[in-house]
């Protein structure tokens, strides 16, 4: 290529930008830890099938905001009038990296009422989602359709499919992003949900290990965990604790078999 090129956003990209024309009223604050997920890799290589860290993440995800339900929100409305959700069901948007007619995108998926699902069902879903086409996925279809309008009307469209009464289907109540392919050990994203939960890659760092005697360092693998919460709908020593109980549970092997 020896000049320039100015052209329109891929088709394939518009459903992304009426996301985050959706999103720009939100208020983001990142939050961050590291987890030594040690036990978790000794469950997972003696566990019957492959289970993916994203599932282990997505079971987590229903144990966590079951037991801190004031996460488990929306906000929504006008500024001069907001409304706040409360979500009975824990159900969690998934980030996916597919490829559509040539064009490498991010969609998403949302997994309904986690908190009663098990790893099986979660990983099943996970499975199928990672290995069929974008234009097979029916989850997807909403995204097409945002993808076929003209970026006016999708960002039309995207409101009202996302409104407070309709987020658990559409946004889900806490979102997933996950880039742990790569060597990220930083990663902060903002999923449209009060709270959005991001990982990097699993990689051996040294980390001090209690022992009888006090402290000594090992060599573990760890897993770099984000939080990022809208402050309009939590504040931090909630959203704190939110990261801490999942941190926990991951440093712990998970929570269901």
């Known amino acids: 290529m020896t000049e320039t090129v100015i052209g329109p956003v891929p088709a394939r990209r518009r459903h992304t930008l009426a996301f985050l024309r959706a999103i720009r009223g939100d208020a983001p604050v990142h939050l961050a830890t590291e987890v030594d997920v040690s036990e978790l890799l000794e469950r997972r290589a003696a566990a019957s099938r492959r289970y993916s860290y994203v599932t282990y993440v997505v079971a987590a995800l229903g144990a966590t905001l079951a037991k801190h339900p004031e996460a488990n929100v929306a906000i929504g409305g006008p500024w001069f009038a907001p409304r706040l959700a409360r979500f009975a069901t824990v159900d969690v948007k998934l980030a996916l990296d597919k490829t559509d007619g040539g064009v490498?995108?991010?969609?998403?998926?949302?997994?309904?009422?986690?908190?009663?699902?098990?790893?099986?069902?979660?990983?099943?879903?996970?499975?199928?989602?990672?290995?069929?086409?974008?234009?097979?996925?029916?989850?997807?279809?909403?995204?097409?359709?945002?993808?076929?309008?003209?970026?006016?009307?999708?960002?039309?469209?995207?409101?009202?499919?996302?409104?407070?009464?309709?987020?658990?289907?559409?946004?889900?109540?806490?979102?997933?992003?996950s880039l742990g392919h790569a060597d990220v050990t930083a990663f902060h994203s903002d999923g449209g949900t009060a709270v959005t939960v991001g990982l990097g890659a699993v990689r051996q760092r040294p980390v001090a290990v209690a022992t009888g005697a006090g402290h000594e360092v090992a060599v573990r693998p760890v897993l770099p965990l984000s939080l990022t919460f809208d402050h309009r709908a939590l504040d931090g020593a909630a959203a704190a604790d939110v990261l801490t109980t999942l941190a926990d549970l991951l440093a712990h092997g998970g929570c269901r078999a």
């Open 104 to 177: 490498r995108h991010v969609a998403s998926a949302v997994f309904p009422d986690v908190e009663a699902a098990t790893l099986d069902e979660i990983q099943d879903r996970v499975d199928r989602l990672r290995d069929t086409p974008a234009a097979e996925l029916d989850e997807l279809a909403g995204s097409r359709l945002l993808d076929r309008l003209p970026p006016f009307l999708g960002g039309v469209a995207f409101a009202v499919a996302t409104r407070l009464d309709r987020r658990p289907a559409t946004l889900g109540t806490v979102a997933l992003s």
